[in-house]
């Protein structure tokens, strides 16, 4: 089992930054891709970006690409999105997901998600 809790979100005008964490505790071989998704209201759920414990591959969504950079702290089972550049488009819950295969996350399938965390951008 995998315990996935974000932290970070919040309210910020449009051109802020903001950064969400994402603690992990568990079975560390199915955190070997940490990820994470957001969700808009009325909307589908969306992949952000995910980044790979074995050799730090990263993978970004189109929509965040040059804007969101993730990275995770091996040691401390911890993965952070870094956002700049927030656009009231980027308003949504984002939730962190992990899973042992990288093409699980890519399919937006993993098997782990984490509670989610409201982020508001206002214009």
């Known amino acids: 089992q995998v315990q996935l809790v974000e932290s970070g979100g919040g309210l910020v005008q449009a051109g802020g930054s903001l950064r969400l964490s994402c603690a992990a505790s568990g079975r560390t071989i199915s955190m070997n891709c940490m990820a994470w998704f957001r969700q808009a209201p009325g909307k589908e759920r969306e992949f952000v970006a995910a980044?790979?414990?074995?050799?730090?591959?990263?993978d970004y969504g189109d929509s965040v690409k040059g804007r969101f950079t993730i990275s995770r702290d091996n040691a401390r089972n911890t993965v952070y999105l870094q956002m700049n550049s927030l656009k009231p488009e980027d308003t949504a819950v984002y939730y962190c997901?992990?899973?042992?295969?990288?093409?699980?996350?890519?399919?937006?399938?993993?098997?782990?998600w984490g509670q989610g965390t409201q982020v508001t951008v206002s214009s």
């Open positions: 980044v790979r414990r074995t050799d730090g591959r990263t």
């Open positions: 997901a992990a899973d042992m295969d990288r093409s699980a996350v890519v399919a937006g399938t993993p098997g782990y």
